[in-house]
C-alpha cells in the first residue's frame, strides 16, 4: 500500500483508511486518535478516543467525563483494522505522543503531533521512532528560531524580579504544559517562594501534581499574598483581572518571544523565549537522525523547512493541514 | 557585550520611565569604566563609530546561509539586524566575552577594506542578543527610546544612593566638555574631583517656571514682579564664548547643527537665554514652520531662505567674562538691555506694562501675534537658578482650545495602566463620517479611566490585535495648545498637546464638532 492510501487530509483531519481512524479530528468521528491534550488536537464528542492515559484524564478535566463514549488507553501495540498503532513520548506536554501507524505492507507512518527534544522536567522526553514517513510540525520552521536555554530564561524572569521587587510579575502561559513548565524552571532557577496561579491553570496544576510533579507552594493569584510571581493565561491579560495588579511588569513565555515585533505586538515588557516546541536545530537534527524517506509537514512555517529538505534532498511536501493553531493557549 | 545586550532589551521593552531610570541606574552602578562610559555614549548620541552599511550585512548573511532560506527568515522577522542576529551560525570558537569597548575600538579603528573581516568574527563569538546589540551600534540605530536628559537623570539617581549625591542640573553644566568614555564623570559621581569643563562655551543649567492660576496670582503684590510674553517656539541658551558657538536646547542638548543661519549672528561674547523662532519681516512664523527645521544634519539653502532662524531674549547668564546669574532679575534686564548683539536676528522681549493683575489679564486675553502662548512672570530680585523653583517664575498660559471629539479606538496602556483601556484616538465629523483627528493619553483622573475602560469593553465593535473599535457613542472634550497642518495624519490636521479635558457622558455623538470647525481654529 502507498502511504498515501495510508494516512491523507480530510476536512475532519488526518485520516487513516486501513485503520477507519482519525488523529486528532477537528470535528467528532467514530474513531480518534489523540496527540496530546491541547485544545485544538483534543476536542470533545468523538464517539471513541484512544490516546495516552494521561491526555486522556486531561480531556475529562477539560471536558468533563462524558468527552467521550468509548476510552482507550494505549499501551505497547494495538492492531486498529488493518494497521498496527504504538504511542510513543514526544516532549511537549504530560501526556503527550507520537503515534507510529504500520500497516501489514507498506511504508511504517509517524505522526509526531507536536514535540520537543530539549529537557522537560514536567512531561517524558521525546523517543525517536524508526519510520518510513515523518510527519512533523513546523511551528518554528526558519533558522531565526534557536531557543535559548530555558533555565537562562528563567534566570532573566528572576533578574527582573530582583530589579523590580515592588512590581508584581504576571507570566502569560497557556494552561497545559507551558505553566507548569514556567514554574518547574522558576524553580530549578532558584525561586522558592510561593508563585500564584491564575483559576484556570488549577485544574491542570493540580493534575500535574498529583501525577508526581513537584511545582512547589502554589497560592490562588485572587489572594497571592506576597507571592510577587504571578501565572495567568495570556487572554487574562486583556480582561479586567489584572487591574487588581499594581504597576505590573506583563512577561509572556512563548518561542514567539524570539522574534521583537511579536512581543511588542502583544505588549510584553518581558519576553522570555520558552517553548515546548522544537527549534529549528532540533527540528532539522530530528529529521537527519530518523531519516525518513520522506517528510511530511502539517503546520507552521512549512516554507523554510520544505527549503532545508530540497537542500539536503529529503523528498518533503506540505499537507496543509488547517484548524491547529501556531502555539495554543 | 552581554551586560550591554541586556540593557539594550530592556530599554526597547520597557515604556514607563521610572522603570528606565531603575534599569539604566543598576546597570551604571554594575558595569565597569569604561564598557558604562561608551554604554552611555551610545545612548546618548555621542560615538562616532563607522557606519556599517546593510548591504555589507547582507553580503556576510549570504556568504553563511541560503539566499531563499534568509529570504523568508527576514520576511518574518522584518528587521535585518535582527534577522541576521539570530540567524548567525552558532559560535564555533570560545574565548573570552567581546565587550562593549571591544566592538567600539573595532568600529572606529577598523580600516574600510578589514571591516568586513573584523564584523564577521566577532559575530562568531557571540550569542544572539549580543549580536543584535552589536549590529545596532555598528548601523546606528539603538531604538530603544531614549533621551540624553532621561540617561543623565538616571546618573543623578545613581549618586543619590551615595555620599557624593549630584543633581542632573550639576551634570548638565559640565556634559558638553566631556567625552566618552566619561570616566572622569563616573568617577566624580562616585565622590573624586569634578572634572574640569574642558570645552568652551559649555551649557548652563536652565531656569524653568511653574504654572500659576489668577486666584494665586491675586496674593502676590504686581510691583514684585515684571511680566512677559511666552513666545511659542523653542527655549533655547545661546553661549558665544572664546571663539566657540552654541546653540542648546532647555535640556542641553547641542541643537546648532540645524541652525547655522543663527550661529552666524552669534557676534558677542556670552550666555543668553531665549525662544528660538522663525521669523519673516519681522513677523513671527507658527510653530510648525520652526519644526521643519529641527532635527535635520543639513539644512538647505531654500530652508534657510524660506524659514530664517531668529533668537529673542528673554535674559542674560553670562557677559563678556562676567557670571551674571546671582544677580536680581531687574539687574540682568538691565545689562541685557545695555548689551549690543549687533544683529538684526537677535532681540529683546519686551516688557509688557502693567500695574495691576486685571492690566496682565487684559493683555493675556488679546495678544499681539498668533505664537504668544501667554505670558511670564517673573520676580524682579530673583537670581538665575537651575531648574525649576516654585515661586520665581510663574507660565500663565493662554486657555486651552477646546473640541468636542467621538471616541474611535482604544489601546491599552502599561506598567500602571497594564489592563486599562487608556490610549485614545478620537475623531470628528466629516460629512457623515467620523475622521480620526488624534490621540489622548490623559486628561482623565483614576476614576474616570475606570469609566472609560468600562464603556472601552461594553462597546468593541473590532478588534485590530491590541487595538479595539468602539461604536460611536461617546463624546469627549479635548484640550489643546494648537494646531498644525500635517500630511502625516488623515484629516490633514495635528493637534498639540491634546488631553482629555472632560468626558461628556451627556452628549450625544451626533452633536461632536465638525472637521469645519477644527479648520477654523488654524
Keep these: 500500500m502507498r502511504a498515501e492510501d495510508i494516512l491523507y487530509p480530510t476536512e475532519m483531519g488526518l485520516y487513516c483508511a486501513p485503520g477507519d481512524f482519525y488523529i486528532d479530528p477537528l470535528r467528532p468521528v467514530p474513531r480518534a486518535l489523540v496527540t496530546h491534550g491541547h485544545a485544538d488536537h483534543a476536542r470533545p464528542g468523538n464517539a471513541a478516543v484512544m490516546a495516552t492515559r494521561q491526555t486522556l484524564e486531561i480531556m475529562a478535566i477539560r471536558y468533563g467525563e462524558d468527552f467521550t463514549a468509548s476510552r482507550q488507553i494505549a499501551e505497547g501495540t494495538t492492531r486498529l483494522g488493518g494497521v498496527t498503532v504504538s504511542f510513543h513520548p514526544a516532549g511537549h506536554v504530560l501526556g503527550s505522543a507520537q503515534i507510529l501507524i504500520t500497516p501489514d505492507n507498506g511504508p511504517r507512518i509517524l505522526v509526531s503531533g507536536d514535540y520537543c527534544r530539549a529537557p522537560n522536567p514536567v512531561c517524558l522526553p521525546f523517543e525517536p521512532v ?48 507551558k505553566a507548569q513548565r514556567v514554574i518547574a524552571l522558576a524553580r530549578a532557577a532558584g525561586h522558592h517562594a510561593p508563585i500564584a496561579i491564575h483559576g484556570a491553570l488549577k485544574r491542570l496544576c493540580d493534575y500535574h501534581v498529583e501525577q508526581g510533579i513537584d511545582l512547589g507552594p502554589l497560592v490562588s493569584a485572587t489572594d497571592p499574598g506576597d507571592a510577587q510571581l504571578i501565572l495567568a493565561p495570556p487572554s487574562a491579560f486583556a480582561s479586567p483581572w489584572v487591574q487588581r495588579f499594581r504597576d505590573p511588569v506583563i512577561a509572556y513565555a512563548s518561542g514567539w518571544m524570539t522574534v521583537r515585533a511579536r512581543a511588542r505586538q502583544r505588549g510584553v515588557e518581558l519576553p522570555l523565549v520558552i517553548s515546548d516546541h522544537v527549534d529549528w536545530p532540533q527540528l532539522t537534527a530530528t529529521i537527519t537522525e530518523l531519516a525518513p524517506q520522506e517528510v511530511w509537514i502539517t503546520h507552521g512555517t512549512e516554507d523554510g523547512l520544505l527549503r532545508w529538505c530540497e537542500i539536503q534532498g529529503i523528498a518533503a511536501r506540505p499537507l496543509r493541514l488547517v484548524g491547529y493553531e501556531d502555539e495554543p493557549e | 557585550m552581554k551586560a550591554f545586550a541586556r540593557l539594550l532589551e530592556r530599554l526597547a521593552f520597557t515604556a514607563g520611565r521610572n522603570a528606565k531610570l531603575t534599569i539604566l541606574a543598576h546597570y551604571f552602578a554594575a558595569t565597569p569604566d569604561p564598557d558604562r562610559g561608551w554604554a552611555l555614549a551610545a545612548l546618548t548620541g555621542g560615538l562616532d563609530l563607522r557606519q556599517v552599511s546593510p548591504s555589507l550585512l547582507r553580503r556576510l548573511a549570504g556568504e553563511r546561509m541560503d539566499a531563499q532560506l534568509f ?45 568586513p573581516a573584523a564584523i564577521a568574527q566577532v559575530l562568531d563569538r557571540m550569542t544572539p542578543p549580543e549580536r543584535l546589540a552589536f549590529l545596532k551600534l555598528a548601523t546606528g540605530n539603538m531604538r530603544v527610546g531614549l533621551s540624553a536628559r532621561l540617561a543623565r537623570v538616571a546618573l543623578a539617581q545613581g549618586s543619590a544612593a551615595q555620599d557624593s549625591a549630584r543633581s ?95 550661529l552666524d549672528a552669534l557676534n558677542f561674547e556670552g550666555a543668553v537665554d531665549g525662544e528660538l523662532l522663525i521669523r519673516r519681516d ?42 551674571l546669574r546671582a544677580l536680581p532679575l531687574q539687574d540682568r534686564r538691565a545689562r541685557l538691555q545695555a ?26 486675553a488679546a495678544p499681539p501675534a498668533q505664537v504668544i502662548e501667554g505670558v511670564m512672570i517673573k520676580r524682579r530680585t530673583a537670581p538665575y537658578v537651575a531648574g525649576r523653583p516654585r515661586g520665581p517664575w510663574f507660565k500663565w498660559k493662554r486657555d486651552p482650545m477646546v473640541i468636542d471629539a467621538v ?40 476614576e474616570e479611566l475606570k469609566e472609560l475602560d468600562r464603556f472601552v469593553r461594553k462597546n468593541t465593535t473590532q478588534r485590530y490585535g491590541p487595538v479595539r473599535q468602539l461604536a460611536p457613542l461617546l463624546v469627549v472634550e479635548v484640550a489643546f495648545e494648537g494646531l498644525n497642518l500635517s500630511t502625516r495624519h488623515k484629516a490633514g490636521l495635528a493637534m498639540r498637546f491634546p488631553r482629555i479635558s472632560r468626558i461628556r457622558w451627556d452628549k450625544p455623538a451626533a452633536e461632536a464638532d465638525h472637521l469645519d470647525t477644527l479648520r477654523t481654529m488654524l
Excluded: N
Aim: net charge negative; charged share 20%.
Design chain 2, 282 to 323: 519681522g513677523d513671527v512664523a507658527p510653530f510648525a514652520d520652526l519644526q521643519k527645521r529641527l532635527g535635520r544634519k543639513l539644512v538647505s539653502k531654500a530652508m534657510l531662505q524660506s524659514h530664517p532662524a531668529s533668537l529673542r531674549l528673554y535674559d542674560i547668564l553670562t557677559w563678556q567674562g562676567e557670571d
Design chain 2, 71 to 115: 529570504a523568508l527568515s527576514y520576511d518574518f522577522v522584518g528587521d535585518l539586524a535582527e534577522t541576521i542576529s539570530l540567524i548567525w551560525p552558532e559560535a564555533t570558537t570560545s574565548g573570552p566575552e567581546v565587550t562593549l569597548s571591544d566592538a567600539v575600538a573595532l568600529l572606529r579603528d577598523t580600516g574600510k577594506l578589514a571591516l
Design chain 2, 339 to 364: 548689551a549690543d548683539f549687533d544683529s538684526d536676528r537677535i532681540d529683546l522681549s519686551p516688557l509688557l506694562p502693567f500695574t495691576t493683575w486685571q492690566d496682565l489679564t487684559t493683555l493675556r
Design chain 2, 407 to 446: 471616541l474611535l479606538y482604544a489601546q491599552s496602556g502599561h506598567g500602571k495602566r497594564s489592563g486599562f483601556y487608556s490610549d485614545f484616538t478620537f475623531g470628528v465629523w466629516d460629512g457623515p463620517d467620523l475622521v480620526p483627528v488624534g490621540k489622548a493619553y490623559f486628561g482623565f483622573t483614576d
Design chain 1, 130 to 177: 524508526a519510520c518510513d514517513i515523518f510527519i512533523t510540525e513546523a511551528t518554528f520552521g526558519l533558522p531565526v528560531f534557536r531557543h535559548p536555554d530555558p533555565i537562562a530564561e528563567a534566570a532573566r524572569l528572576l533578574a527582573s524580579m530582583a530589579e523590580f521587587p515592588d512590581r508584581p510579575h504576571l507570566v502569560g502561559a497557556y494552561a497545559l504544559g
Design chain 2, 168 to 262: 542632573v542640573e550639576e551634570i548638565e553644566e559640565i556634559w558638553h566638555g566631556l567625552t566618552p568614555p566619561y570616566t572622569a564623570l563616573f568617577d566624580w559621581l562616585a565622590g573624586g574631583a569634578r572634572p574640569e569643563a574642558a570645552a568652551a562655551a559649555p551649557f548652563r543649567p536652565v531656569m524653568l517656571s511653574t504654572p500659576i492660576t489668577p486666584s494665586e496670582l491675586a496674593a502676590l503684590d504686581p510691583a514684585d514682579y515684571i511680566a512677559e510674553w511666552k513666545w511659542d517656539g523653542i527655549r533655547v541658551q545661546a553661549v558665544s564664548e572664546g571663539g566657540m558657538r552654541r546653540l542648546y536646547s532647555r535640556t542641553g542638548e547641542d541643537i546648532g547643527a540645524a541652525f547655522p543661519d543663527l
